[in-house]
T-cell receptor
Framework: QQQVKQSPQSLIVQKGGISIINCAYE??????FPWYQQFPGKGPALLIA?????SEKKEGRFTISFNKSAKQFSLHIMDSQPGDSATYFC??????????????FGQGTRLTINP | ETGVTQSPTHLIKTRGQQVTLRCSSQ?????VSWYQQALGQGPQFIFQ???????GRGNFPPRFSGLQFPNYSSELNVNALELDDSALYLC????????????FGPGTRLTVT
């Protein structure tokens, strides 16, 4: 019930291409789905997030697509750049109550953008 | 606005010892959560503190304990260290249990030998 499954484990994309990372969740109580970007030796940085009342959210080159019925969401990085090379984590949480905001993370995707 | 800070950056301890890690939350944030990130894995929730009280705990044994102070900074204490406790320990702050966004600090890298 608490799992978030992320794929692929690693991804290599050419500069200028589209990077796509997918996640699936089980707990229908989740109502917040963020993506974090983490560089080696650093803490995760909040990249973009979505709530289940919308199907898509776009911020610059980053887009989240959300499919509530399938319990799936994905991150699209358009015009991928070498500086986007990092590990990306999807996560899920619910607001309010004991343990609110407990983020449940996926396993991570190591993204490499080749120049 | 000051971001989340953690100290120390790195720490090496021996099995059986005790360790205290520290976190200062982002300005205006009263909620701190702690996570353990093993190498190559996603962060795992340890516990959360809201207004100096524990507000939820993950699947970690009681030798993992914490505190939150009136200025909302926080400590994570781990007793009887085991080799498997070697990980990056992250704290994240947010502006209360009714908000969503959590912002992470740079982490403390703990190595247990």
């Amino acid at each position: 019930q608490q799992q978030v499954k992320q794929s692929p484990q690693s991804l290599i994309v050419q500069k200028g291409g589209i990077s796509i990372i997918n996640c699936a969740y089980e707990n229908t109580a989740f109502d917040y789905f963020p993506w974090y970007q983490q560089f080696p030796g650093k803490g995760p940085a909040l990249l973009i997030a979505i709530r289940p009342d919308v199907s898509e959210k776009k911020e610059g080159r980053f887009t989240i697509s959300f499919n509530k019925s399938a319990k799936q969401f994905s991150l699209h990085i358009m015009d991928s750049q070498p500086g986007d090379s990092a590990t990306y984590f999807c996560a899920a949480s619910k607001r309010g109550g004991v343990g609110a905001q407990k983020l449940v993370f996926g396993q991570g995707t190591r993204l490499t953008i080749n120049p | 606005e000051t971001g989340v800070t953690q100290s120390p950056t790195h720490l090496i301890k021996t099995r059986g010892q005790q360790v205290t890690l520290r976190c200062s939350s982002q300005s205006g944030h009263n909620t701190v959560s702690w996570y353990q990130q093993a190498l190559g894995q996603g962060p795992q929730f340890i516990f959360q503190y809201y207004r100096e009280e524990e507000n939820g705990r993950g699947n970690f044994p009681p030798r993992f304990s914490g505190l939150q102070f009136p200025n909302y900074s926080s400590e994570l204490n781990v007793n009887a260290l085991e080799l498997d406790d070697s990980a990056l320990y992250l704290c994240a702050s947010s502006s209360g249990t009714s908000s969503y966004e959590q912002y992470f600090g740079p982490g403390t890298r703990l190595t247990v030998t």
